[in-house]
């Protein structure tokens, strides 16, 4: 199973950007799909996850800014995250629990907030 993220860049206080995730290879089910965040010197952390039955999930430093929705592309999520700040500023991996609870992740992409 691989995980193909892209969508991260530069960005000014304020602006918005999208990400987005696709899995590949030998899925049978995806259980969990979503977006973790790592800045320098910190542990990484969840910024949303999108359930097999619909249900997103953020914690409250993103919630109201970013909405995380599956695809029409099979096995794709995208995070769109609005009215970004420079703590946003952080690498964000794609990651996916699938089949029987495997976990993977994809290579991290940076996303900076800075005027």
């Known amino acids: 199973v691989q995980l193909q993220a892209s969508g991260g860049g530069l960005v000014q206080p304020g602006g918005s950007l999208r990400l987005s995730c696709a899995a590949s290879?030998?899925?049978?089910?995806?259980?969990?799909m979503g977006w973790y965040r790592q800045a320098p010197g910190k542990q990484r952390d969840l910024v949303a996850v999108l359930s097999h039955n619909g249900d997103a999930n953020y914690p409250d430093s993103v919630k109201g800014r970013f909405t995380i929705s599956s695809g029409n592309a099979k096995n794709t999520v995208y995070l769109q995250m609005n009215s970004l700040k420079p703590e946003d500023t952080a690498v964000y991996y794609c990651h996916a629990d699938v089949n029987y609870g495997m976990e993977y992740w994809g290579k991290g992409t940076q996303v900076t907030v800075s005027s």
């Open positions: 290879g030998s899925i049978h089910r995806i259980n969990f």
